[in-house]
């Protein structure tokens, strides 16, 4: 069984967020999904929050944090 957690760390562990944007109203129609909150890495790399495994809709970001417990999806 492959190991996606030891994976993801190992690729995402010390990356700076430069910040955070969300999928612009064009790539949301082609995607056909809400627009996404998007996590922008210092080296360009990103990651978006999915419905399921097979990008079938976006999804939002729940966290930790009193102040922003929900980054939620946009609309277009």
Do not use: L, V
């Not at 010390?14 to 949301?28: F, V």
């Not at 929050?49 to 946009?74: K, L, V, Y």
Request: a negative charge.
């Amino acid at each position: 069984m492959k190991d996606w957690e030891k994976d993801a760390t190992k690729i995402f562990k010390g990356k700076t967020i430069k910040k955070i944007k969300y999928m612009t109203k064009e790539d949301a129609k082609k995607w056909d999904w809400k627009q996404a909150p998007i996590i922008e890495f210092t080296d360009g790399h990103e990651i978006m929050a999915s419905a399921d495994d097979e990008g079938n809709g976006c999804g939002a970001f729940f966290t930790t944090h009193r102040d922003m417990s929900i980054i939620p999806q946009g609309d277009w």
